[in-house]
């Protein structure tokens, strides 16, 4: 497990734009749950394509006019229940810390794994998202 004062800032990229930390296995349980809403998971992580494409374009793909309604992390090797139970939950699709998942009436209808993140740059990861939002998602 990271430290978590080492993990905080990497936390707070994602959580200070609103993204609701799910820390708990029933706190993902309820958030997968809600069908009503379109929603963003982003598996999080410590590594460099987490800080320099993931979250990044995350960020950026927020900015979109299409996005999802709801916003969560988990973080890959801090909260390992939560990580766990989010990964359970969508065991279809290999782990891969970081990803993302987007989710609409309770299932994961697009997700970008690290293989799509890693050595891009922030742009085309957040290319790629917006791409899933247009697909998935209403405008704001």
Request: proline residues 6%.
């Amino acid at each position: 497990m990271y430290d978590p004062d080492q993990v905080r800032p990497m936390r707070e990229e994602l959580t200070t734009i609103g993204f609701q930390e799910l820390l708990t296995s029933g706190a993902v349980d309820a958030w997968i749950d809600d069908k009503a809403h379109t929603g963003l998971l982003v598996i999080n992580s410590i590594c460099g394509c987490a800080a320099g494409m993931a979250r990044p374009g995350v960020r950026m793909a927020l900015q979109h006019g299409r996005r999802p309604q709801r916003l969560a992390t988990v973080f890959a090797g801090q909260d390992k229940e939560a990580t766990t139970q989010a990964r359970g939950r969508f065991a279809h699709i290999p782990p891969s810390s970081p990803s993302v998942a987007l989710l609409k009436n309770g299932e994961v209808v697009d997700f970008l794994p690290r293989n799509r993140i890693e050595g891009r740059s922030a742009q085309q990861v957040c290319s790629d998202l917006i791409a899933m939002f247009d697909k998935h998602c209403v405008g704001t």
